[in-house]
C-alpha cells in the first residue's frame, strides 16, 4: 500500500471560493504530481516538481497552482472556483522520473 | 496531441477468457512502458511495465507483448477473473519526460 495522501476525499463548493487540495507522500520522493482525471476516465497532468521550490505546469493548462516548500508536502490551490473545476484530482509520487508513480486515493471536486 | 492511443474504450469478457487491450505511440524516444489498474474510487496502481530491450514481459496472469517495430503494445489478462474488473491504463516515457497515459480501458470480466 502506497503511502500518500489526500485530503479532502469529496468537495462540495460554491463557485468563488478559494480551496486547497492537499497531497502528502511519506516515501520522500522527489518528484511529484498532480493530475486530473475527468468521468471520461483519462488522466491529464497538470502540475509536477522534482523537489522543493520546484514546480512545473502539466500537459493541460490549468488555473490552479501548487507549491513544494517541504519534500513531503504538494498542495495545489485554486483561488477561485468555477463549475468548470469540477473533476477528480490525483496526486502521486516517484523516486524519480522513470520511476514507479504511486498514486493517492484522489479528491473529487464539485463546483456548484 | 494524444502521445498514447488506448483500445477498446470497453471491455466485456467472460471468467476465464483472454483480455486484451492494445495501445499504440509514435514518440520513438519513448523507452518505457507501464501499464496501471485502477479500481472506482481508488488511484492507480502500476500493473506491470516493460522496456523495449524485450519482447514480452508475464508476471502472473497479465502479459505486456511489445512490438518495436510497428510502435505497440498490449496488455493480456489470462484466466480473467471478476476481481479483474477494473479500468486499465497504458502510458509511456522516456527519461526527459513524464508518464503519457491512455484514455483508459474499463474492463468487466463477467462471472
Known amino acids: 500500500e502506497a503511502d500518500i495522501y489526500q485530503t479532502p476525499r469529496y468537495l462540495v463548493i460554491g463557485t468563488g471560493k478559494k480551496i486547497t487540495l492537499e497531497c502528502s507522500q511519506t516515501?520522500?520522493?522527489?518528484?511529484m504530481y498532480w493530475y486530473q482525471q475527468d468521468p471520461g476516465m483519462e488522466l491529464h497532468l497538470i502540475h509536477y516538481?522534482?523537489?522543493?521550490?520546484?514546480?512545473e505546469k502539466g500537459d493541460l493548462s490549468s488555473e490552479s497552482t501548487v507549491s513544494r516548500i517541504r519534500t513531503e508536502h504538494f498542495p495545489l490551490t485554486l483561488e477561485s472556483a468555477r463549475p468548470s473545476h469540477t473533476s477528480q484530482y490525483l496526486c502521486?509520487?516517484?523516486?524519480?522520473?522513470?520511476?514507479?508513480?504511486?498514486f493517492g486515493p484522489g479528491t473529487r471536486l464539485t463546483v456548484l | 496531441q494524444q502521445q498514447v492511443k488506448q483500445s477498446p474504450q470497453s471491455l466485456i469478457v467472460q471468467k476465464g477468457g483472454i483480455s486484451i487491450i492494445n495501445c499504440a505511440y509514435e514518440?520513438?524516444?519513448?523507452?518505457?512502458f507501464p501499464w496501471y489498474q485502477q479500481f472506482p474510487g481508488k488511484g492507480p496502481a502500476l500493473l506491470i511495465a516493460?522496456?523495449?530491450?524485450?519482447s514480452e514481459k508475464k508476471e502472473g496472469r497479465f502479459t505486456i507483448s511489445f512490438n518495436k517495430s510497428a510502435k505497440q503494445f498490449s496488455l493480456h489478462i489470462m484466466d480473467s477473473q471478476p476481481g479483474d474488473s477494473a479500468t486499465y491504463f497504458c502510458?509511456?516515457?522516456?527519461?526527459?519526460?513524464?508518464?503519457?497515459f491512455g484514455t483508459g480501458t474499463r474492463l468487466t470480466v463477467i462471472p
Open positions: 502521486a509520487s516517484s523516486a524519480g522520473a522513470r520511476d514507479e508513480q504511486f
Open positions: 516515501m520522500g520522493h522527489d518528484k
Open positions: 516538481s522534482y523537489g522543493v521550490n520546484s514546480t
Open positions: 514518440n520513438t524516444a519513448f523507452d518505457y
Open positions: 516493460i522496456r523495449p530491450d524485450v
Open positions: 502510458a509511456a516515457s522516456n527519461w526527459a519526460n513524464n508518464l503519457f
